[in-house]
């Protein structure tokens, strides 16, 4: 059963617009939520995160958005940019005090020039 | 600062054999992390080590074991390989924090063909 979704396999999206990546969760006792980037041959690299208590967090050109009684949270990634192609996974914490995260399946971005 | 370190990246095993992963984490960090991924299932916890205990336990079978050494580096081990644990073996290193929750920097994998 999978608790943490991204039902959308890849996106495309034009270079300077803005691109969209969504990501569902089936528990409510989820309390904290991230978004990593990975590129092939390299590890998952940490973008931004959110706490339950938010509904909302900026950094630079990325933007968390977390809508707790829909259980959806989405990433908004103004402008795009061509560096910005990557594999994109939401996660989930799913026991408090530790490391221990769900993952969605990912989505792949394409941004074209 | 070095990141998280993880050997060998790649290794090709046929079924029955058992494999050992190595994974050193970023100076400092004393929780370490493995994930599995692959095509499809995303990346898939498997277990979280914290001062030499394992602190929690993904839902894999006991063929998937680890430790963490006294110096914070952990190793995995995979014993009677099957061909499903075809994956991506991923590391991850944390900080300790006060409330447990931040990101984990992760290595660039151990990539495992069982044959």
């Known amino acids: 059963d999978q608790q943490v979704k991204q039902n959308s396999p890849s996106l495309s999206v034009q270079e300077g617009r803005i691109s969209i990546l969504n990501c569902d969760y089936t528990n409510s006792m989820f309390d904290y939520f991230l978004w990593y980037k990975k590129y092939p041959a390299e590890g998952p690299t940490f973008l931004i995160s959110i706490s339950s208590i938010k509904d909302k967090n900026e950094d630079g050109r990325f933007t968390v958005f977390l809508n707790k009684s829909a259980k959806h949270l989405s990433l908004h990634i103004v402008p795009s940019q061509p560096g910005d192609s990557a594999v994109y996974f939401c996660?989930?914490?799913?026991?408090?005090?530790?490391?221990?995260?769900?993952f969605g399946t990912g989505t792949r971005l394409k941004v074209l020039a | 600062k070095a990141g998280v370190t993880q050997t060998p990246r790649y290794l090709i095993k046929t079924r029955g054999q058992q494999v050992t992963l190595s994974c050193s984490p970023i100076s400092g960090h004393r929780s370490v992390s493995w994930y599995q991924q692959t095509p499809g299932q995303g990346l898939q916890f498997l277990f979280e080590?914290?001062?030499?205990?394992?602190?929690n336990k993904g839902n894999f079978p006991g063929r998937f074991s680890g430790r963490q050494f006294s110096n914070s580096r952990s190793e995995m081990n995979v014993s009677t390989l099957e061909l499903g644990d075809s994956a991506l073996y991923l590391c991850?290193?944390?900080?300790?924090?006060?409330?447990?929750?931040?990101?984990?920097?992760f290595g660039e994998g151990s990539r495992l063909t069982v044959l």
């Open positions: 996660a989930a914490s799913a026991a408090p005090g530790t490391y221990k995260y769900i």
């Open positions: 080590y914290f001062s030499e205990t394992q602190r």
């Open positions: 991850a290193s944390s900080p300790r924090t006060s409330g447990g929750t931040g990101e984990l920097f």
